[in-house]
């Protein structure tokens, strides 16, 4: 059978794709909006030698696979192909149109941006101060120059907060700083700790917009550089602060409000009561925490590792919980959980946003940091669209506060961070 054949095949007989193969094979719908384009014999054996989405992703990101078009409307066209648990008898059929054992061995090593999720890569068990270090530094210690391209003026990595359906992604990454700076009732004079705080975003909107005192932690090195150089070209230095440090070294206490924006995936399920219980340590009496991060949809199977792809090329060691195991986590470790919402649809259009982005950029971020990575990033961001878009992935907003001794909330009797006017920052 020739090898495009096989291909659609392997897509399924729905898939609008074209195909087309190094050895001068064709098939699928010709002219369709995407084509897959095999190379080399080098991707005929990623895919054999792990099918579904583990094997395509590595002979993409090698160059040896090419996808012209939309990587999203790819993806979407290409559901079939992207399975990763095939029957044994499924794995034979693929193996003998794909050419036969031969294709087996010797083993073809992935490509160099795979990390390999073992100890002796990252150093030091799941979730040590070490390996949490080395992992943080393999996805964001990429390029700043990189992440500007992709996330705009914001240089916001987390989803963003669309108040309306024509607003700009820097409209969107605005409107979600406000809205936490609103939940957590942010006044002049107050303490902010911002964990995971990335470029500093949410410090630089805390202490600009609302005169509030604000200090962000970050394990990335590069982050941090970045941010403390946002806030001096800001004029910011006398109320915002980003340290490169880990947040379980915080040595200071009293905040009247702690954010964690998009940190909550890196911890790990089996610290989720040790992280919760240090910022409820952080916090004052009547003090607020607003916890945003990505989730699974349930909570009918034990906590989800990122697995495949995204922990071996994006995320290593990230974990997904249900909103449910965080809600009562933050619960037992003392908080009173005061309000929560999925913005699911909001991640999938801020998604869409970068990958536009990077579209936009290709040849430039390609020249920065390579084409492997490049590409990485491409199916990764597209692929995380379609799972916000197909609720593999959700991302929730959880309140929750320090109750005064004698058991006031300082929460108003309905929420008001939709309408209240922005308070003046002086």
């Not at 399920?269 to 952080?282: D, N, R, S, T």
């Amino acid at each position: 059978m020739a090898l495009a054949k096989v291909f659609e095949r392997i897509a399924g007989p729905d898939a609008p794709v074209e195909f087309r193969a190094y050895d001068g094979s064709e098939a699928g719908v010709a002219g369709a909006p995407v084509r897959i384009t095999v190379r080399s014999p080098v991707a005929v054996s990623y895919i054999a030698q792990a099918p579904g989405s583990l094997g395509l992703a590595r002979a993409y990101v090698a160059g040896h696979l090419d996808v012209d078009g939309d990587m999203y409307t790819a993806l979407t066209r290409m559901v079939q192909a992207q399975r990763v648990s095939l029957s044994p008898g499924e794995r034979l059929r693929t193996l003998g149109a794909l050419g036969g054992p031969k294709l087996l061995y010797p083993r073809i090593p992935p490509p160099p941006q795979e990390v390999r999720v073992r100890r002796r890569w990252l150093g030091g068990v799941r979730h040590s101060r070490g390996r949490d270090a080395s992992a943080i530094a393999h996805h964001y210690d990429v390029s700043n120059t990189f992440y500007e391209w992709v996330l705009g003026p914001s240089m916001a990595y987390t989803c963003a907060c669309y108040p309306h359906e024509d607003a700009s992604l820097e409209e969107a990454q605005a409107y979600k700083h406000e809205l936490v700076a609103r939940k957590l009732a942010l006044r002049p004079g107050m303490r902010l700790l911002d964990v995971g705080c990335g470029w500093g975003g949410m410090v630089r909107h805390a202490a600009r917009e609302h005169g509030v005192k604000a200090l962000g932690v970050t394990l990335s090195a590069q982050q941090a550089a970045w941010a403390q150089e946002a806030i001096v070209r800001e004029g910011l230095s006398g109320l915002a602060e980003v340290r490169h440090l880990d947040y379980r070294d915080v040595p200071e206490t009293e905040f009247d409000a702690v954010s964690s924006i998009g940190l909550t995936e890196h911890i790990g399920e089996a610290k989720l009561p040790g992280y919760f219980a240090f910022l409820f340590g952080k916090l004052k009496p009547g003090g607020r925490l607003l916890n945003h991060c990505i989730t699974r949809p349930d909570d009918s199977q034990p906590a989800r590792r990122a697995g495949g792809f995204i922990n071996r090329y994006v995320f290593p060691d990230g974990e997904l919980e249900a909103p449910g195991r965080l809600v009562s986590v933050m619960n037992s470790a003392g908080f009173e959980i005061r309000h929560e919402e999925n913005l699911r649809e909001h991640y999938a259009r801020t998604l869409a946003a970068w990958c536009a982005n990077l579209d936009a950029h290709w040849d430039e971020a390609v020249a920065e940091v390579g084409p492997g990575t490049a590409r990485v990033w491409r199916l990764y961001m597209a692929g995380s669209r379609l799972g916000f878009d197909r609720n593999v992935v959700e991302l929730h907003q959880i309140l929750g506060v320090r109750l005064e001794a004698d058991g006031r909330s300082h929460m108003p009797l309905r929420p008001d961070w939709e309408t209240a006017p922005a308070p003046v920052a002086s």
